[in-house]
């Protein structure tokens, strides 16, 4: 049973890489009555992960039990995941050893389906019906793995926020950052972001440390959800949405105007999307990262999603922060911005 999830309590304002592509960027491909190795054919559904997602695990593990990975190269990202069944299934009279395998990103949103047996045999109507099958019953147990997790998350989160009180200006974090403490609480050293949806039900939290290292609570998710700065989530002069806390308090803090804190680039779009749907005419304007340095993995992607959303919902705005010539390659957010220039936020608006 889904756990009742409980609103927020107002508070005053206060490539490291999994491993690189070693395979062959073609699948293998046998005739029937061949039996395919075991670790080719988990060499595959790697292969088909890596092609995908851009990173892959170092070794697949079949138990069916979800697993995560990094989707970005980044050691402490866990964005990546993947569901892996071992099987058998009849094919023409013979039973052969296959895997049926999931794997998506959370950050992105996309999802994949894979298994050995359409990938390596020509299968008849029946077989094929009875892959459909077991494919949906692994959908089945994903939701229910996934679901699981999502409620403990919840749970822990709301015993965390209820245990911990409105957070310091003084946090490292903060200082560091110039910025305000804003409907975040904070337990010992770490801050914690709620992370709501429309209603404002907490889901769960992102937590920050003093030295700016940012974690999701295990299941959370992540999709869709925000942090509200201000006090309504709709204005009629207009509303921001950016990816990070101290982006958003560095907006709110110049504007004075709601700011929605979507987490990543990748989140912004469904963020939009929910938010579309409720607020149809309200002002929606997102202030992109501005991912400048192109030796980075996340070279311009700000500012692409940020425009996928724009070409998607006509009439939501966009700015990017617009950095000095000189200023260093690593500086890419509006708060960075205003750290840069003490506390000025300028705005260049892209058509």
């Not at 069944?85 to 990103?105: P, R, Y």
């Not at 015993?159 to 003084?170: G, R």
């Not at 907006?251 to 804190?261: F, G, I, K």
Request: aromatic content about 8%; glycine content about 8%.
């Amino acid at each position: 049973m889904t756990a009742t999830k409980r609103k927020v309590p107002s508070v005053t304002s206060t490539r490291d890489y999994s491993k690189t592509n070693d395979l062959s960027s073609h699948y293998s491909v046998i005739g029937d009555s061949v039996e395919l190795p075991s670790n080719e054919i988990l060499r595959n559904f790697r292969q088909a992960v890596l092609e995908n997602i851009g990173y892959a695990p170092d070794t697949i593990n079949t138990s069916g039990i979800l697993q995560r990975f990094s989707s970005n190269g980044k050691a402490h990202d866990k964005a990546g995941w993947y569901v892996c069944h071992e099987t058998h299934l009849l094919i023409n009279g013979a039973n052969k050893w296959g895997i049926i395998g999931t794997f998506g990103d959370w950050r992105t949103g996309n999802t994949h389906q894979w298994n050995s047996y359409s990938t390596f045999f020509r299968l008849s109507r029946e077989e094929r019906s009875e892959l459909v099958h077991r494919q949906q019953v692994q959908a089945a147990q994903l939701r229910a793995q996934r679901q699981a997790a999502a409620d403990q998350a919840h749970r822990k989160a709301v015993k965390m926020w209820l245990s911990a009180q409105p957070a310091s200006t003084a946090h490292p974090y903060l200082m560091r950052k110039r910025v305000g403490a804003y409907n975040i609480r904070q337990v010992g050293n770490l801050l914690l972001i709620p992370l709501c949806d429309l209603d404002g039900t907490l889901h769960s939290v992102q937590t920050i440390v003093p030295n700016g290292t940012k974690h999701f609570l295990s299941g959370t998710p992540k999709r869709g959800m925000f942090h509200l700065i201000g006090d309504r989530l709709d204005h009629p002069q207009g509303v921001y949405l950016c990816e990070g806390y101290a982006t958003g308090a560095s907006l709110y803090e110049a504007y004075r105007l709601p700011v929605l804190v979507g987490f990543d680039a990748g989140n912004l779009f469904p963020v939009v999307s929910a938010y579309r749907a409720r607020f149809p005419h309200t002002p929606l304007t997102i202030c992109a990262d501005n991912d400048r340095d192109p030796a980075s993995k996340g070279y311009m992607v700000g500012v692409k999603k940020a425009r996928e959303v724009c070409a998607a919902f006509p009439g939501v705005g966009l700015i990017v922060p617009e950095f000095p010539a000189a200023a260093p390659l690593k500086l890419s957010d509006f708060n960075d911005l205003a750290t840069l220039l003490g506390g000025s936020v300028h705005k260049e608006i892209i058509p």
